[in-house]
């Protein structure tokens, strides 16, 4: 049996592309509902021991770093209200680094199990960025957080073990319809049209494999 989490191999001719203009980038003080309305939900494998979040948990245990040096001037403690300062202290060079042994599987790497209603309590686990292009064409990223990505074992030795893992659905919208979701899956993912998913009422199911937390549009 599977878990829900609210955040929130299909057939070849359901696999979706279109390419895009440079948007047109704006800050908008709220989200478009339909964004809303159309979240996905992420059903987490029944076995699963490494849920969402939340991301504060692995701001208190970590620190920034610019080649394995830290960052001196960093706020500390860290949150998600001063993070945006690192971008004044090494920007996209900087990354946070594990303050203790996470080869010893702290209890932080556990993240939050979803409680009976698919929801994870607490400080925010996920995000969504909204990028809009001015014409009615809108892809929303549905990101979530996971406090470790568990690899697999690979010749008897686990690969691809590491603290914070960031996996996501992102939605086409055309004037407030979704046209096309993706599914990440590390650095690659699959596109499908809006049409072909499973969904529960107009939201889009995904399922994430166990441990790795890779976005697959069936389950197995």
Same mark, same amino acid.
């Given at each position: ?8 191999l ?11 203009a !440079? *948007?047109?980038?704006?800050?908008? #003080?709220?989200v478009? /509902? ?7 939900? &992420?059903? =987490? ?23 394995f040096?830290a960052?001196s001037? !960093? *706020?500390?403690?860290?949150?998600? #209200?001063?993070?945006n /300062? ?7 060079? &900087?990354? =946070? ?5 996470f ?14 209603s698919?929801?994870?309590a607490?400080?925010?686990? !996920? ?7 001015g ?9 979530y ?11 008897g030795?686990p ?7 960031w ?6 919208f055309?004037?407030g ?9 590390h650095?690659n993912?699959e596109?499908?049209?809006y ?9 889009v ?7 790795t937390?890779?976005n ?5």
């Open positions: 049996m599977l878990g829900k989490v609210s955040f929130g299909a057939a070849i001719a359901c696999l979706a592309t279109k390419t895009f !440079a *948007p047109t980038m704006k800050r908008q #003080s709220t478009p /509902s339909f964004v809303i309305d159309y979240a996905p939900l &992420v059903w =987490l494998d029944a076995s699963e021991s490494y849920f969402p979040g939340p991301i504060s948990s692995q701001l208190l245990n970590t620190q920034p770093e610019v080649n040096t960052v001037g !960093a *706020p500390s403690p860290l949150t998600l #209200s001063n993070l /300062s690192l971008n004044s202290l090494g920007g996209s060079n &900087v990354s =946070l680094s594990s303050t203790n042994d080869t010893k599987y702290p209890a932080w790497l556990n993240g939050t199990k979803p409680d009976s698919g929801k994870v607490g400080d925010p686990s !996920a995000a969504i960025i909204v990028n809009d292009y014409n009615g064409t809108v892809y929303a990223f549905y990101m957080f996971y406090n470790f990505n568990e690899g697999n074992i690979v010749f030795t690969a691809g073990n590491h603290a914070g893992d996996e996501h659905n992102a939605i086409l055309e004037n319809v979704p046209q096309s979701v993706w599914f990440s899956q650095a993912g596109a499908f049209t049409s072909c998913v499973e969904k529960q009422g107009q939201r199911v995904g399922y994430s494999a166990r441990g937390h890779a697959y549009a069936i389950a197995g």
